[in-house]
């Protein structure tokens, strides 16, 4: 597609509901990363995918976090079991292959428009 | 882990007038990005700097990637009222777009 498309827009949620986010990258894009945006906050990294590689999942603040990728494209992100203070927006990225070549544009993160999580 | 601290916090500036902010890192990046980020939106990206001392212009914005890798400016000259809006810095230090992200700063332009 043009841009980085996710959905829900907006999700609200009871307190220990399970949630699921989609991501659909930029066609062409192998990298994909998710990040969490709380209120009045930076981005805060949760997972990466790239090409067949094993993702680094570093950034997941729980175990109640996962994210898989099908087929190389699309990624969902599921929060197990939602607690408060999950809320937030939740953004998904895509960039380029990695070329090894500076200026290729492998570290320019494309954003989605965010999915806004409240959790009540 | 990497950290980045974004300065100032929030600007409230007159139209026409120039801008500047920057970031520090506790250690070093191979890339300095520049977003900006629209509310409802997702961050834009305005400029990417590679290389050690590397200044590069887009339009109205300047940035920079200092010589230390450890720190980079954006100006923003002769703002205008659609400059509003949270710009962020990022870096990233490892061969992969993992980007670390400073805390922003949120730009208010009066009339």
């Known amino acids: 597609g043009a841009g980085v498309s996710q959905s829900p827009s907006n999700k609200v949620t009871e307190k220990g509901k399970d949630v699921e986010l989609r991501c659909d990258p930029i066609?062409?894009?192998?990298?994909l990363y998710w990040y969490r945006q709380s209120l009045g906050q930076g981005l805060e990294f949760l997972i990466y995918?790239?090409?067949?590689?094993?993702?680094?999942k570093s950034g997941l603040p729980s175990d109640r976090f996962s994210a898989e990728r099908t087929g190389g494209s699309v990624s969902t992100l599921t929060i197990q079991r939602t607690q408060q203070e999950d809320s937030a927006v939740y953004l998904c990225?895509?960039?380029?292959?990695?070329?090894?070549?500076?200026?290729?544009?492998?570290?320019?993160?494309?954003f989605g428009a965010g999915s806004r999580l409240t959790v009540l | 882990g990497q950290q980045l601290n974004q300065s100032p916090q929030s600007m409230f500036i007159q139209e026409g007038e120039d801008v500047s902010m920057n970031c520090t890192s506790s250690?070093?990046?191979?890339?300095w990005l520049w977003y900006k980020q629209d509310p409802g939106e997702g961050p834009v990206l305005l400029i990417a700097?590679?290389?050690?001392?590397e200044l590069t212009s887009n339009g109205r914005l300047t940035a920079q990637f200092g010589i230390t890798r450890k720190d980079s400016f954006l100006n923003i000259s002769a703002s205008i009222p659609s400059d509003v809006g949270i710009y962020f810095c990022?870096?990233?230090?490892?061969?992969?777009?993992?980007?670390?992200f400073g805390q922003g700063t949120i730009l208010t332009v009066h009339p």
């Open positions: 066609s062409g894009h192998t990298a």
């Open positions: 250690s070093i990046f191979n890339t």
């Open positions: 990022a870096g990233s230090g490892t061969s992969y777009g993992k980007l670390t």
């Open positions: 700097l590679y290389k050690a001392g």
């Open positions: 990225a895509s960039s380029l292959p990695l070329g090894g070549q500076r200026g290729s544009g492998a570290n320019v993160l494309t």
């Open positions: 995918f790239q090409g067949n590689s094993a993702p680094d």
